[in-house]
């Protein structure tokens, strides 16, 4: 697959980096970008004649994949245009190469759409919001993210039924949100930008003070119900006694124990030690502090699990471990990280494991970021080797359901990831030029509807073209999973 060079700016030269220059002349360089590429320039999006294959840019993810989870994927992906969106990162990235680019680059997360925005706790105790995933992190234009965002938006929307008033408006809180925190970011002191982080509190207080008492509540039990969903929920939720031992409980083909994978005592037996080596290796990325805390448990169970719709068919494992009693549970996720689908269009990845680099891009871009969040390379059951990232499978996540959003509620929700993504990139590049780019107007958000609806309307066109690849058996779909 080719794609074309994305039109930009000219290219900064290293001498005049960021921190070389004063403040004026980071704001006149945003500015000047604007010749070079319009802000109504971000609203074209027309694909050529001859665009590539979409679903040959799926199937090509397929050679990688675990091969009887791999129907499972395209059976979620079935189901809405809005799924097929949530999985089809590859395939925007492709779209998004040919684009206009205004210059200034900063960490990716590579796939930002509404569902992968939630809560979680910080070290603190205290649930924040953010980025939540970061597969695909790596280093290049600002816009990308901004579009993949908007996107999702429009076609959440039209998923949702909403008129095309409401949409528009919601779309066009996403560039707001965006374009007024980095001019706010870009008047901050850098610790000032570093230390910024969005808790529930500041939230309520920002998005709900003028909804009615009803809406108010529904909010509350989101936030009420991610505390919840902790390691002592993980372990009630995903475990049952097995000869009196806490023991992954099988849901196949979701969760399949380790047990149940290989049945033979030997070849467990031998995973299994592989397994303390590798935790060993894992232990090694951590901070000494972190180090100290993860040598008061041990593993005891592993199981691999299914997880989202994108990632469905990389090799996602949950790993139990118990300190002081059984009830004391940590529940740690080894994800797969193969390489971003970013790379193919901006260039390899500083690091060579795509472990590390998911966790650096993670620390990069999120105020705070799971407390035992590690990377390894693992030579898995067939003997190939993988590279995985490690964090808690469950520290009070959760998430707003975006398909119970009213038309209000899709607009507050997209301001606020905006501002949530303005604050990631503000943290790894010039926030100061950005902001000097996108101005006051309103110029950028209304390029961004137009950008949406197009890329909306191919979105659907490629579901459909998924539909009838499936309906024709050139693919196979389990629907329901």
Not at 4 to 18: C, F, G, L, Q, Y
Not at 248 to 266: E, I, K, Q, S
Request: net charge neutral; hydrophobic share 40%; with cysteine.
């Amino acid at each position: 697959m080719t794609s074309t060079r994305a039109r930009s700016a000219p290219d900064v030269p290293e001498s005049e980096t960021p921190t070389r220059l004063t403040v004026t002349d980071r704001v006149a360089r945003g500015r000047a970008a604007r010749a070079a590429v319009p802000r109504s320039a971000h609203g074209e999006f027309g694909p050529s004649t001859d665009r590539f294959d979409p679903i040959a840019v799926l199937r090509a993810q397929d050679a990688s994949r675990v091969t009887e989870l791999v129907p499972i994927r395209y059976g979620r992906m079935a189901v809405s245009p809005f799924t097929f969106f949530r999985g089809a990162a590859a395939v925007m990235a492709a779209d998004l190469a040919g684009t206009p680019v205004s210059g200034p680059v900063v960490q990716l997360c590579g796939d930002a759409h509404l569902s992968n925005f939630g809560f979680f706790a910080s070290p603190e105790r205290r649930l924040v919001f953010d980025l939540n995933d970061f597969d695909e992190t790596l280093r290049g234009p600002w816009e990308w993210d901004v579009k993949r965002l908007a996107a999702s938006v429009e076609i959440a929307g039209r998923d949702r039924g909403f008129g095309d008033g409401d949409r528009t408006a919601a779309v066009q809180a996403v560039g707001r949100g965006y374009r007024r925190a980095m001019r706010r970011f870009a008047e901050m002191t850098t610790l000032e930008v570093w230390y910024v982080q969005a808790d529930v509190d500041e939230l309520r207080a920002r998005y709900l003070e003028d909804v009615g008492r009803s809406r108010r509540k529904r909010v509350d039990r989101t936030f009420a119900k991610a505390r919840t969903r902790d390691n002592l929920g993980a372990l009630s939720r995903f475990t049952s006694l097995v000869d009196g031992m806490p023991r992954f409980t099988p849901d196949p083909p979701v969760v399949m124990p380790l047990r149940d994978l290989l049945p033979d005592n030997a070849e467990r037996t031998d995973l299994e030690n592989q397994l303390s080596r590798l935790l060993r290796d894992y232990h090694d990325t951590l901070p000494a502090d972190r180090r100290a805390l993860l040598d008061q448990y041990r593993p005891v169970d592993m199981a691999r699990k299914v997880v989202g719709v994108g990632s469905v068919g990389t090799r996602s494992w949950m790993i139990l471990l118990l300190g002081r009693d059984d009830h004391d549970a940590l529940v740690l996720q080894a994800k797969e990280a193969g390489p971003s689908v970013l790379e193919e269009h901006l260039g390899r990845a500083e690091q060579d494991n795509h472990g590390e680099r998911v966790v650096v891009g993670q620390q990069l871009m999120q105020a705070v970021s799971d407390i035992f969040l590690g990377w390894m390379r693992v030579a898995g059951i067939d003997s190939a080797e993988r590279d995985f990232y490690v964090r808690q499978l469950r520290d009070w996540k959760g998430s707003f359901e975006i398909e119970e959003m009213v038309p209000r509620g899709l607009t507050s929700y997209a301001d606020l990831c905006g501002w949530t993504l303005a604050r990631a990139h503000a943290r790894s590049g010039d926030r100061i030029a950005i902001a000097g780019y996108l101005g006051s107007s309103g110029a950028f958000d209304s390029a961004l509807v137009d950008f949406a609806r197009a890329y909306a309307d191919q979105n659907e066109r490629d579901h459909r073209a998924l539909l009838d690849t499936i309906a024709k058996g050139h693919v196979d779909a389990a629907a329901g999973i």
